[in-house]
């Protein structure tokens, strides 16, 4: 695998499911990123972790968790969702955070019914 | 608030001529400035960043930066069927902030 992988592609979850997104990134990178991408909108900078510690949190619901346990691996956790989280969240990784270009996974295209 | 501005499109031009996006942004600090191309169904990709006023070209694609005011654009010359995708504008201004800032994109339509 190269560069940054998320699993699952597609998830289709209920609103009272429990599910996580997992991202890997095999570039190095100290800096992990989750973002979510709705229709018409800007990218939407949810958390950033730098060398595994979480730094920047933008008032993200209590009902997304990340989890961070390696500079390599990233993890989204999803409970009691609203049909409105129905997006594409995308991971990305760069070398330092903020001012080193991103690179991104493919992303998983959520729907919550 | 730091913001983005690009014109949604769509902006339309035939194959072989100079496609040019635009961007605005309000932190006048910022710091670095990046261009990624996302195709339909997939994810942003990196096409090119600047982090010095004038021009930075690569291949096709000049990156043209101008702070004063506050302004960066993509040329893309030459334009190819394979261009047609929507282009995002991304801003780092640093300043205690580790975020990128995203304008909403530019859909780019190249016509055979």
């Known amino acids: 695998e190269t560069g940054v992988t998320q699993t699952p592609r597609h998830l289709v979850m209920g609103m009272t499911n429990k599910k996580s997104l997992k991202c890997e990134q095999h570039?190095?990178?100290?800096?992990m990123y989750w973002y979510k991408q709705s229709a018409k909108k800007p990218l939407e900078l949810m958390f950033v972790y730098n060398f595994k510690e979480q730094t920047e949190n933008n008032s993200v619901p209590s009902r997304f968790s990340p989890e961070c346990p390696n500079s390599s691996h990233l993890f989204l956790h999803l409970h009691t969702l609203q049909p409105e989280d129905s997006a594409l969240y995308l991971c990305a990784s760069s070398w330092n955070r903020g001012k080193d270009e991103q690179f991104f996974g493919p992303g998983t295209r959520l729907t919550v019914l | 608030q730091k913001e983005v501005e690009q014109n949604s499109g769509p902006l339309s031009v035939p194959e072989g001529a100079i496609a040019s996006l635009n961007c605005t942004y309000s932190?006048?600090?910022?710091?670095?400035f990046f261009w990624y191309r996302q195709y339909s169904g997939k994810s942003p990709e990196l096409i090119m960043f600047i982090y010095s006023n004038g021009d930075k070209e690569d291949g096709r694609f000049t990156a043209q930066l101008n702070k004063a005011s506050q302004y960066v654009s993509l040329l893309i010359r030459d334009s190819q069927p394979s261009d047609s995708a929507t282009y995002l504008c991304?801003?780092?201004?640093?300043?205690?902030?580790?975020?990128?800032?995203f304008g909403k994109g530019t859909k780019l339509s190249v016509i055979p």
């Open positions: 932190d006048r600090g910022s710091q670095s």
């Open positions: 991304a801003v780092f201004s640093g300043a205690g902030s580790y975020q990128l800032t």
């Open positions: 570039l190095g990178h100290n800096a």
